[in-house]
């Protein structure tokens, strides 16, 4: 018998706890009552792991059978699965191993723009682009043209996500995607760019591939009967949402019943209030059929905050359970905050209320008494970027398109939590050629003390407060002692302002407290 190596001797809690060092803990999650909570896997993209960790953790399962055994939710525990030929036979072929995927909690779908079908002449379009596609092969988006038209009509990824639903017993989150590559990159970027005869050669869009996707998944999850409670969606489409709950009404109160956490942000800027108006009934029908909702987030683009009321989408519902709660641009009076948050006062601990504007006759002051005065439980509140809306549009005024990132600011690196998700696959399930899991806006420069840059349009429902501001205030000689003490002018707020009012809702001092 082989004499066992001197690593085969240590017990399985020290070889965890040396694989923990390689990559996180996988059974590991945030609270919901952390400020973090819904920013760590929700609207962050799965990352690849790293080479040299994807590769210590497989060398390590090779050692022997125990050790393959205890690699495994290191590797299975999330998993990501493009919508591809190839991504979905290895899906299937992980399904087939129910030692791989009574591990799996979570499932994140990756989605490509579709080709309009009658509109994926790349090569015609490469030929009259004059060199500026020149880098691009034509075979290449044929062959995904094809493989995408041959999946949807054969229903192979509706097949395959079912046995994964079934073989997923454990499942707690399901997330989608929007997935863009180099290639694909280059190719949207010129026809954006380019309105010449040529262009019209192709078309790729967002909608249908969103659609397809929603719809899919959503008969997997219901017919079988998937554990999940947690869906996040940062790329959501609302024709395609809407498409899908008229599609399969049946299914939206099975799905609704099991939700724990929803997290939405819509992308779609045009004609967006009368997109979302089409919506509250199906919001309706979800959100009364969600009784165990803890967290949710429903955000739209800070371009274009939205302009309903914000009954239209939540329609007066209590959930007895709620926890977190978070939406993102949207004109609101300060009497629809206060009215939702008051229904939810004795269990609400996060509040986040991002590129929110308060319309004309309201002030931030009387939101802010009330939270202070009557949220029992809240822990933290959240204002990135909240104004009033005649001084958003003031600032904007004149302008073709209201950008991500307002003037005057890099970044804000506000100093809390900063976790970041990880797809737990071999490395062959991603491949290196600079795909981009789109979720959102992102910079590249870094730089503190502003509501813009890397941070600044994280969709996720946490809070924006740093850990410290320019004074103390433990005695309380200086700290504001009621509401209109806050520097409310009524007409504009300051990154200075509302990192203090977000300090005084909660009642700590803005420097010493560490939350």
């Not at 965890?16 to 803990?25: Q, R, T």
């Not at 609207?43 to 040299?52: A, E, G, M, T």
């Not at 010449?196 to 050669?201: K, T």
């Not at 949710?296 to 007895?320: A, C, N, T, Y």
Request: overall charge negative; proline content about 6%.
């Amino acid at each position: 018998m082989p004499k066992k190596s001197s690593i085969q001797k240590l017990s399985n809690e020290l070889l965890k706890d040396i694989l923990d060092h390689i990559e996180a803990d996988p059974d590991r999650s945030i609270s919901i009552d952390r400020r973090a909570y819904l920013s760590v896997e929700s609207f962050r993209p799965p990352s690849p792991p790293l080479p040299l960790q994807a590769q210590d953790i497989g060398n390590f399962r090779l050692v022997c059978r125990r050790f393959a055994e205890l690699g495994i939710p290191h590797q299975f525990t999330r998993i990501a699965t493009r919508f591809s030929r190839p991504g979905l036979q290895r899906l299937e072929k992980i399904c087939s191993r129910p030692n791989l995927t009574k591990h799996t909690k979570k499932f994140s779908y990756l989605i490509p723009f579709f080709y309009v079908e009658g509109r994926e002449r790349v090569g015609d379009l490469l030929h009259h682009a004059n060199g500026d596609l020149q880098a691009l092969d034509a075979s290449y988006f044929e062959r995904k043209a094809e493989t995408q038209r041959s999946i949807v009509r054969s229903g192979e990824d509706l097949r395959i996500l079912k046995k994964a639903m079934t073989s997923f017993r454990s499942l707690q989150h399901v997330q989608i995607l929007r997935l863009q590559d180099e290639a694909d990159r280059s190719l949207l970027e010129y026809l954006h760019e380019n309105d010449d005869p040529a262009s019209r050669l192709v078309d790729l869009r967002w909608t249908p591939a969103c659609t397809h996707a929603l719809r899919t998944i959503g008969k997997a999850l219901a017919e079988c009967h998937s554990p999940f409670s947690r869906f996040s969606g940062p790329m959501m489409n609302p024709q395609s949402v809407l498409a899908v709950g008229q599609s399969m009404p049946q299914n939206l109160p099975i799905i609704s019943e099991r939700l724990t956490c929803l997290e939405l942000h819509f992308d779609d800027p045009i004609d967006l209030n009368a997109k979302v108006k089409a919506l509250s009934p199906l919001f309706e029908t979800v959100f009364a059929s969600a009784k165990n909702m803890q967290a949710v987030h429903i955000g739209f683009p800070s371009r274009q905050p939205l302009d309903i009321s914000l009954e239209d989408v939540f329609h007066g519902v209590h959930w007895e359970k709620l926890r977190a709660f978070g939406v993102q641009a949207w004109r609101l009076d300060a009497e629809e905050i206060m009215t939702l948050a008051r229904r939810h006062r004795k269990t609400l601990r996060g509040l986040r209320l991002r590129d929110v504007q308060l319309k004309e006759g309201s002030m931030w002051k009387d939101v802010l008494a009330m939270l202070r005065g009557e949220m029992e439980l809240l822990d933290w509140v959240s204002l990135r970027r909240v104004d009033y809306s005649s001084h958003f549009d003031e600032v904007w005024a004149g302008s073709m398109e209201v950008p991500d990132h307002p003037p005057g600011g890099a970044s804000d690196s506000d100093d809390e939590d900063d976790f970041h998700a990880h797809v737990d696959l071999e490395d062959d399930d991603f491949e290196r050629d600079g795909d981009e899991y789109s979720d959102g806006d992102s910079d590249d420069q870094s730089a503190a003390d502003t509501d813009h840059g890397p941070d600044a349009n994280e969709l996720a429902l946490s809070p924006d407060t740093p850990s410290s501001l320019p004074f103390c205030t433990c005695s309380r000689s200086s700290f504001p002692a009621t509401a209109d003490d806050l520097g409310d002018n009524g007409r504009f707020v300051v990154y200075q302002q509302r990192k203090l009012w977000e300090k005084w809702v909660v009642g700590r001092c803005p420097e010493h407290s560490s939350s």
